[in-house]
């Protein structure tokens, strides 16, 4: 069901709605946005570039779901999701590329993967997200998934500081390992941390925790984006209450 919001931001009124991004040129669109966002704001080292677009093997696997302002027609939000059957017809999830994923055969239930999720800067808000995450909720809800697993980004331009703050607030609250455990195949650099950083967590990786998302181990250095990516994994019945309703409706 696609769904449609009315948000403002600075006095601007925007109308948001989010789609499943279904065929060739729609496709392009995420494409597109992701190599605005990765190349503009990582540097990222990207398949496609010299298109202007973000490629990868997976894609075509791939659902792909988004965000549009329907005022200015553009597309403004992206997430693509690769389940568990065709995961098994690759042979991977994608974030076996990053991590050895320990006891992910034994997970009950079918399971749903989210990738190269981005927003456009002028978009990244709490009205967007809502919007992204209720069609996520949707496609969650029709095929029943039990887990919901992927890579949060912290940028690594600063050398490491912030994703080291960071993981120190995680590892406090969020981490667990009594259903799976990611072990980085690239860990990060090791790094002593002043005792005055303030550790900022990104606005996706925020958001998973919100939902109710652990992590599952240490981050794995991506060097071709320049980030410190996160595994995170969400068990659907173990999911924030006030998140609950949208994502337990169809159960």
């Known amino acids: 069901m696609t769904r449609i919001a009315r948000t403002s931001d600075n006095s601007t009124e925007r109308r ?9 040129t729609a496709l392009q669109e995420a494409q ?3 190599f605005n966002v990765f190349s503009g704001e990582f540097n ?3 398949k496609g570039a010299e298109l202007g677009l973000d490629i990868d093997d997976y894609d075509i696997h791939c659902r792909h779901i988004g965000v549009r302002d329907l005022i200015s027609g553009r597309l403004v939000a992206t997430t693509r999701l690769l389940d568990h059957q065709a995961a ?3 042979g991977r999830f994608y974030s076996e590329e990053e991590f050895s994923l320990h006891g992910l055969g034994h997970l009950q239930g079918p399971i749903l993967e989210l990738g190269r999720t981005c927003v456009d800067p002028a978009y990244r808000n709490g009205g967007t997200i809502a919007v992204l995450w209720a069609e996520l909720a949707e496609v969650l809800n029709e095929g029943r998934y039990s887990y919901l697993m992927g890579c ?3 940028p690594m331009q600063d050398g490491g500081v ?3 703050a960071i993981m120190q607030r995680l ?5 667990c390992t009594e259903n799976l455990r990611a072990e980085p195949k690239n860990p990060l650099p090791s790094l002593a941390l002043p005792g005055n950083v303030i550790a900022e967590m990104p606005p ?3 958001a998973y925790m919100r939902l109710g998302a652990k992590i599952c181990g240490e981050p794995c250095w991506d060097e071709d984006f320049q980030v410190a990516d996160v595994f995170i994994l969400l068990k659907r019945d173990e999911l924030c209450p006030r998140y609950a309703r949208h994502f337990k409706a169809a159960v």
């Open 204 to 206: 996706l990786l925020k």
């Open 171 to 175: 590892r406090e609250r969020h981490l």
């Open 152 to 154: 949060a980004s912290i």
């Open 88 to 90: 098994n017809s690759l």
């Open 32 to 34: 597109t946005l992701r």
């Open 16 to 24: 948001l709605q989010a789609e499943r991004l279904v065929g060739p």
């Open 44 to 46: 990222a080292k990207l």
């Open 162 to 164: 912030q994703a080291h």
